[in-house]
């Protein structure tokens, strides 16, 4: 939530990638899963790994889409600078895959070690170098990343109606994603995870986005959750939650049944694109 605040959100809104009609914005979800679940498998960032063949796809439909947009007549440079710049996804974006992740994750009650820590930063600094980030602007430690990031949004407009579009795309996604059909479940679903997003962004930026009005005690809400999930534990045993989290993670992930494609997007529209 945090990156589509950025003008990188403009970039998603013109190609319709995750606004647009149909299941565009699952998909686009389920391949960031997928790019996830890949890197940090055990080899997956070694030349043969799928972690490396994904993370080099994402850089050449970046490439793709650049072109796209600047041949398209939509795109103003003079206002919004590059899109799907360097300075967006070595500034902002692998900060918040991965720091920023898991800074979210101990919120909710996760432990992370620090030989874990600075094992991300390692894994998404050579992510980053497989993406094309240069590595004057490729952050080496924690402590440049952070600093890298708050940087970058400073730099940054408040949030405009295309990157609220784009924020508020992704919950209408999720409960597809977790095979909701009821409409109740849905709606409920929906709000369980903006709840859960305001206390994890904050409410200046929740609000920016116009979100539903829910609870905006952070300490309550991430509370709850914590217990919420003692409880199951007790309930279902650790092991077993761990295997369905496990497979959630899988399931999230998937999203063509024939595997990976390495075909490139050929129209600036993702409604008139052919699948990539």
Not at 181 to 209: K, P
Request: hydrophobic residues 40%; positive net charge; aromatic residues 10%.
């Amino acid at each position: 939530m945090e990156g589509f605040s950025t003008l990188v959100s403009k970039s998603f809104s013109i190609t319709g990638r995750v606004t647009g009609l149909g299941p565009g914005a699952e998909r686009r979800l389920r391949q960031n899963n997928r790019h996830m679940v890949e890197v940090y498998f055990p080899g997956g960032l070694k030349r043969d790994g799928d972690g490396w063949k994904v993370s080099t796809r994402i850089r050449f439909i970046h490439a793709r889409v650049r072109k796209l947009l600047a041949d398209s007549g939509l795109w103003d440079s003079d206002a919004w600078g590059m899109p799907l710049s360097m300075a967006h996804l070595g500034g902002i974006a692998l900060y918040t895959f991965s720091i920023r992740q898991f800074e979210h994750a101990i919120a909710m009650g996760a432990t992370v070690s620090q030989e874990q820590k600075d094992s991300i930063v390692r894994i998404w600094r050579y992510a980053g170098y497989l993406l094309g980030v240069p590595e004057t602007i490729l952050f080496t430690n924690e402590a440049q990343a952070r600093k890298t990031y708050e940087i970058g949004h400073m730099c940054e407009p408040s949030p405009d109606d295309d990157a609220i579009g784009v924020a508020n795309a992704v919950f209408k996604a999720i409960p597809a994603m977790a095979g909701l059909t009821e409409e109740a479940e849905i709606r409920s679903f929906q709000m369980y995870a903006y709840r859960l997003s305001r206390a994890l962004i904050g409410n200046e930026l929740a609000d920016q986005y116009n979100y539903p009005k829910t609870l905006r005690n952070r300490t309550l809400v991430l509370l709850h959750y914590r217990l919420r999930n003692r409880l199951i534990r007790l309930v279902k045993g650790r092991q077993i939650m761990r295997q369905e989290a496990f497979g959630q993670i899988f399931e999230s992930a998937q999203y063509d049944k024939g595997g990976i494609s390495y075909n490139l997007p050929d129209h600036v529209r993702a409604s008139q694109s052919s699948q990539w």
